[in-house]
């Protein structure tokens, strides 16, 4: 029977606990037609994993009729239990819950409106967070550490790393494979390891973080603090609202010590190939010289969304006789001063790269080829992420768990909904800053509905810098701007489609990433590339996001068309939050757990 917390007998719990007991008679009687009246004409059901081993979203009354008809019978949720004291706020009840399937134990939220004078669900958030019988231990579960009494064949604590360190990938193998040892790729290394997943973390450099350590040197995270936590190690209370990139490898390093995260630094993937007969991948790789041959049965890319360059090929860049790279092998800036460089590229990389450039006396021109959303720091802080990651968000109670929840919670089909308005706000909050800009004659916009930077993160992943100064550069005219395609380069220059002119020492190509599928083509086949299709993504038919709507972000964190093939990465917020979901699924494969997965998704686009 559904129950609350304390809660009284009127207003906002008592809706709740009406509706929690509706849908839990209905869904214990399989009544799907009754359990999908419960919502409004127009809902969302976001299901992370508890109801659909996928990530997933249905929208309206069918698309819930369609999820309970195809997941209910072997789900068989119980136990809906209304938490925290719900909320009302502008007619809408939200309310925090949690409840049980016949494998695991899940957590959600639900915004109930009022619709033919009942409450009904306008959204549903449902996630699973841990397995029946294979529980992480911690809190009362963790383990003893020591062994008392006496035993001839006691190991150390040390030994038992020795051995397993030095038995992983020959005589044993991973369960799983993860590809890329940046922050994604050690949050989901820290979660297996957690949930006793056989697993081993493989990156090309010789230790975790200098995946940061080797970026241009003024590079900080643009993210605040609140938001970057890693799981079971939040940063401590001291650590820098933007941390610089040394510090943010220093720390992934010694998350790996402290994780206990198998990790083999200096190991070079060279080839995949999946043999379904046998269900698993042969993956060779080199580490430290040594050619080995790994036998996992799940392989993770956590290569990263910014971890394919896309370096432009353009005429004559086999007679330029300066420098020229992509940003993300961008040195620095001390080796340039008093040296002309042109700057392709006017998005977050292009302007930590000019305005470091120009400190350091370089004499820096910007080549904008499209228009690009700014939104300065203070205001992104204060409006775009102050109410779930903020020292007040903190101090009123909101931890990272309900802040990565509360943000879940809200449908892609709707969310730009929800930051129109706060884009609007730093637009009147900063009016000055922008018409300096605009003067200055830079191509501004505010994506293609007005919904900023969040938005055009989540589809594109492109198209905007967080402005910590250096766009005032631009707006001064300390850094040149010009606009246009390049055309080629000559001897000395970059020249444009209109025959501009730029005389170049060196060439800095901050002209993004590719679908990370592309990695799978490197690494697998192109043909598997094809068959996972686009990575990242909405669907939202956006510029760079092409429909149709798909409702997810494309391929990540969940099953692919690829069997044993899965993508993980994005920022930290998103490394920590959606490696847990992809770690149950994960866990549940190598437990032997059923994982039917509802709406596996289709193949659009293939980059």
Same mark, same amino acid.
């Given at each position: ?15 709740a =606990? ?6 839990e008679?209905?869904?214990r009687?399989? /009544?799907v037609d009754?359990?999908?009246g419960?919502?409004?004409?127009? $809902? ?16 309206d009354?069918a ?11 072997r789900?068989d ?6 938490g ?16 049980e399937?016949?494998v695991?134990?899940?957590k ?9 004078g009942q409450p009904r ?10 397995l029946?019988g294979?529980e ?11 062994e008392?009494?006496v ?13 397993e360190?030095a ?5 044993t ?14 949050a ?22 200098d995946?940061?350590r ?7 995270l643009h ?6 936590h890693?799981?079971?190690l ?13 510090k ?6 010694s ?23 046998d269900g ?7 580490? /430290? ?9 799940h392989?993770?890319?956590a ?5 394919k ?8 860049q086999?007679?330029?006789r300066g420098?020229q790279?992509?940003?993300?092998a ?15 590229? $006017?998005n ?5 790269i000019?305005g470091?450039?120009w400190? &350091?006396?370089a004499?820096?021109?910007?080549v ?21 990651y $903020? ?12 802040a990565d929840?509360?943000f ?45 930077l969040?938005?055009k993160?989540?589809? =594109? ?17 300390d850094?040149r701007?010009? &606009? ?11 020249v444009l489609?209109d025959g501009t ?13 590719? $679908?990370?599928?592309?990695w799978?083509? /490197?690494?697998?086949s192109q ?10 993504g ?13 409702g997810?972000q ?11 093939l899965w ?8 490394? =920590? ?6 770690a ?19 193949v659009?686009?293939?980059?």
């Amino acid at each position: 029977m559904t129950q609350t917390l304390d809660a009284p007998p009127h207003g906002a719990a008592q809706r709740a =606990r009406d509706w929690f007991t509706g849908l839990e008679d209905a869904l214990r009687a399989r /009544d799907v037609d009754r359990a999908a009246g419960l919502f409004a004409r127009t $809902s969302f059901w976001r299901d992370l994993i508890a109801f659909s081993w996928n990530i997933t979203t249905v929208e309206d009354r069918a698309g819930v009729t369609d999820l309970l008809t195809a997941t209910l019978d072997r789900t068989d949720p119980s136990g809906f239990t209304v938490g925290e004291e719900p909320e009302e706020a502008d007619g809408v009840t939200t309310a925090w819950f949690t409840f049980e399937t016949a494998v695991g134990r899940g957590k959600g939220l639900v915004r109930l409106v009022e619709e033919d004078g009942q409450p009904r669900a306008w959204t549903l958030l449902t996630t699973l967070y841990e397995l029946k019988g294979h529980e992480e231990p911690r809190g009362p579960a963790r383990p003893k550490g020591a062994e008392h009494g006496v035993n001839r064949e006691r190991l150390t604590w040390a030994e038992r790393r020795a051995r397993e360190d030095a038995e992983l990938g020959r005589t044993t193998q991973p369960f799983v494979l993860v590809v890329g040892g940046g922050q994604g790729g050690v949050a989901l290394g820290a979660r297996l390891r957690q949930l006793d997943v056989p697993a081993l973390v493989v990156d090309k450099h010789a230790r975790p973080g200098d995946q940061w350590r080797s970026r241009y040197k003024s590079l900080c995270l643009h993210d605040p603090v609140w938001y970057d936590h890693l799981p079971y190690l939040p940063f401590p209370d001291n650590w820098p609202v933007f941390a610089p990139k040394d510090k943010i490898g220093d720390w992934l390093e010694s998350y790996v010590r402290v994780m206990e995260i198998p990790y083999w630094g200096s190991t070079e993937v060279r080839s995949a190939s999946y043999s379904p007969e046998d269900g698993e991948w042969t993956v060779e790789v080199v580490r /430290d010289g040594e050619p080995l041959t790994l036998r996992p049965e799940h392989l993770v890319m956590a290569t990263g969304m910014s971890g394919k360059p896309n370096v432009p090929e353009i005429p004559g860049q086999d007679v330029f006789r300066g420098e020229q790279h992509h940003s993300s092998a961008h040195p620095g800036p001390d080796e340039y001063a008093g040296r002309k460089v042109v700057v392709v590229g $006017s998005n977050n990389s292009a302007f930590d790269i000019c305005g470091a450039l120009w400190e &350091h006396g370089a004499d820096v021109t910007m080549v904008q080829r499209s228009s690009t959303h700014i939104v300065r720091s203070d205001s992104l802080m204060d409006i775009g992420l102050g109410a779930l990651y $903020s020292e007040e968000a903190v101090a009123g109670g909101v931890t990272t768990e309900k802040a990565d929840l509360t943000f879940a919670s809200i449908p892609y089909r709707v969310m730009h909904e929800f930051q129109v308005p706060l884009y609007e706000q730093m637009r009147e909050r900063d009016a000055d800053f922008y018409d300096r800009l605009e003067k200055a004659g830079f191509w501004l916009d505010w994506g293609d509905d007005g919904s900023g930077l969040f938005m055009k993160y989540l589809r =594109r992943g492109s198209g905007y810098y967080i402005d910590v100064g250096a766009a005032d550069l631009v707006a001064n005219g300390d850094v040149r701007l010009v &606009h246009g395609q390049v055309d080629h380069l000559t001897e000395d220059a970059v020249v444009l489609d209109d025959g501009t002119e730029l005389p170049a020492d060196l060439v800095v190509y901050a002209t993004g990433y590719g $679908s990370m599928n592309g990695w799978a083509a /490197d690494l697998i086949s192109q043909e598997v590339a094809d068959r996972v299709g686009k990575v990242w993504g909405l669907g939202s038919d956006t510029t760079k996001d092409p429909g149709p709507w798909e409702g997810e972000q494309r391929n990540m964190w969940k099953p692919t068309q690829q069997e044993a093939l899965w993508f993980h990465g994005g920022n930290l917020h998103q490394s =920590r939050h959606y490696s847990l979901y992809l770690a149950l699924q994960l866990k549940a494969r190598q437990a032997g757990t059923p994982t039917p997965v509802y709406g596996l998704q289709e193949v659009h686009h293939l980059r």
